[in-house]
């Protein structure tokens, strides 16, 4: 059984696969990797990489992701071999058109999940002072059912956008005062914590996209997040649910890491190596603790249920 992520972290590695062994040799030392055993492969910084790899990336199934120096994904390479579900497919393509499409009511359903998990994390971590706010959001983004938002798509996203936007404001009050932000930023993040929060999506859109290639489905046919071509929708649809795993990982990488992370000097919206290795070191923790990516397979596995069973009907 695959379980070993590879994370090239130092500049100046080359990897090479000599059967049955992934290579990584950086000046003098060398390690050895058993093939069979390697999950997926991340670039943090440059090397060399020979195309007998390749080889075993397709031989076994291995993804590489390849990120740039603001820590955002730029590049994966996905084994070619991996074939759509062609029912599942055409399921995908029918019943994702008009606006009160089938499956709008589950990705609809997806936005409630990820106010819940958010909610959840916030009866956790906010301070006392503020659950009257807290309580307030919840009351606003609950007054509505998800049914009355079928026939308005754009309505559910402005109270969407209005509802994270109060989030962010109380999410700031669950970390450390040097990290807190002024405002929620993308690409780039202004500041450390923003960094951290877009880093740690990336990390999510990998290990979803991946699940969803491996169930047959196709990523770019999505439900809501459709407004550009060649987008990778249905990633950008399911992620939503599991946003506040990166949140909850993010507060509590900033507390226990608050005193290492003061030592660094952050600028120019690039997540120092440094802190890249500790983060993805929490990651490795947070995902094996809270079993993060078996229960983003089980849902991409449940859609796939759901598809087929709409199909039957």
Request: net charge neutral; proline share 3%.
């Amino acid at each position: 059984m695959k379980t070993q992520e590879i994370i090239i972290k130092t500049k100046g590695v080359t990897i090479d696969y000599r059967a049955p062994y992934l290579i990584c040799t950086i000046g003098e030392e060398i390690k050895k990797i058993n093939g069979g055993a390697i999950s997926s492969i991340k670039m943090l910084e440059h090397c060399v990489m020979t195309s007998q790899v390749f080889d075993l990336i397709h031989k076994n199934g291995i993804t590489i992701t390849i990120q740039n120096g603001h820590s955002h994904p730029i590049c994966k390479c996905v084994p070619f071999f991996q074939k759509l579900d062609k029912d599942a497919y055409r399921a995908q393509i029918k019943y994702s058109e008009g606006e009160a499409g089938v499956l709008k009511k589950i990705a609809i359903r997806w936005l409630d999940e990820k106010f819940k998990g958010r909610f959840q994390l916030m009866e956790q971590k906010l301070p006392e002072q503020k659950r009257t706010e807290l309580e307030a959001l919840k009351k606003t983004w609950y007054e509505e059912s998800a049914e009355a938002h079928l026939e308005s798509q754009s309505n559910l996203l402005s109270k969407e956008a209005l509802s994270s936007k109060q989030y962010w404001k109380l999410f700031n009050f669950c970390l450390p005062h040097a990290f807190r932000f002024k405002v929620r930023t993308k690409n780039p993040g202004e500041d450390l914590t923003n960094v951290l929060l877009n880093y740690g999506y990336g990390i999510l859109y990998g290990v979803i996209e991946k699940c969803i290639t491996s169930c047959g489905l196709d990523p770019y046919c999505g439900i809501f997040h459709v407004d550009g071509s060649g987008r990778k929708s249905l990633v950008y649809d399911m992620i939503e649910a599991f946003r506040s795993s990166v949140e909850q990982m993010v507060i509590e990488f900033l507390w226990d890491k608050e005193i290492d992370l003061k030592m660094f000097e952050f600028e120019s919206h690039i997540l120092p190596a440094e802190i890249k290795g500790m983060y993805v070191e929490k990651w490795r923790e947070f995902n094996k603790e809270k079993h993060v990516t078996t229960g983003i397979m089980n849902f991409v596995e449940n859609f796939k249920k759901e598809l087929e069973q709409i199909q039957d009907n």
